[in-house]
């Protein structure tokens, strides 16, 4: 398919097209390649919750490191990360002082492990708190509601920066991968489907540099910046490509552009 002439693909064309790529990169070797590996080295609900989170919270810059950084954080919280936030003692995070990936520093992994314990000791976990505040049609309020829940207790002010806000025009990509994870069962055993409370035609694409492009090559999106608003414009053009699905697409926007340079 030549790239000038994407853009004039009917839209039973361009979900068959994007189908196909779904199925291409929809596939357990994809875990391999992906921070979603981290999560999948548990099998317990609230470790494999804890991973995600943590191992999406840093997935920005390069993949390799990302990896290797979200596995050092699991070794520094003994591989048992619940059992690890629900009783750790301060010379427990003492031990975590030397993480570090990008901006976010040992003293953020304190600030994150004291509020996940507030979040599952007070709010019943996380699952909880985005099925309470859910809309119909979105989660991007619930994640709103979420970051308000997660630093309630005192916390250092730069922290708040990792976790996004879509109410304050972010996208969020990293934390609506995460939803991705947890709420999607694509039956290939790539996302968990954890969170059952929750409606995959709920979630919304993790807009990032490589499927913001590849989106706007195929005419799903027109807005230059990767922000809320573009967000909720592709979030609409894949909703009428698949409503109960639309998030699978994001295997098809990634993957044609991290992979195949589309």
């Known amino acids: 398919m030549k790239l000038q002439t994407t853009k004039s693909l009917t839209r039973t064309e361009l979900r068959e097209f994007l189908d196909i790529k779904v199925a291409q990169y929809n596939r357990p070797d994809f875990i391999g390649t992906d921070p979603i590996q981290i999560p999948h080295s548990f099998s317990r609900k609230e470790d494999i919750e804890i991973a995600g989170f943590l191992a999406a919270t840093i997935a920005w810059g390069n993949r390799k490191t990302i990896i290797a950084n979200a596995k050092k954080m699991m070794d520094l919280m003994g591989n048992a990360p619940y059992d690890f936030v629900m009783s750790h003692k301060t010379a427990d995070l003492e031990k975590l002082d030397t993480f570090v990936h990008r901006t976010f520093n040992g003293e953020d992994l304190h600030c994150f492990v004291q509020a996940l314990c507030h979040i599952y000791s007070e709010h019943g976990g996380m699952e909880s708190i985005f ?132």
């Open 131 to 262: 099925a309470r505040y859910a809309e119909e049609g979105s989660l991007q309020k619930a994640i709103h509601k979420f970051k308000k829940c997660f630093f309630g207790i005192p916390h250092l002010r730069r922290t708040e920066k990792h976790v996004s806000d879509p109410l304050k025009g972010s996208s969020a990509k990293r934390i609506n991968m995460y939803l991705r994870w947890m709420v999607r069962n694509d039956n290939t055993g790539v996302d968990f489907g954890l969170w059952k409370s929750l409606s995959p035609s709920l979630l919304s694409c993790p807009l990032d540099v490589h499927s913001g492009n590849v989106a706007r090559k195929l005419g799903l999106l027109e807005r230059k910046q990767n922000d809320a608003k573009a967000l909720a414009e592709l979030d609409k053009n894949l909703r009428k490509l698949d409503p109960k699905d639309p998030v699978k697409y994001d295997f098809a926007l990634f993957g044609l552009g991290a992979f195949e340079k589309f």
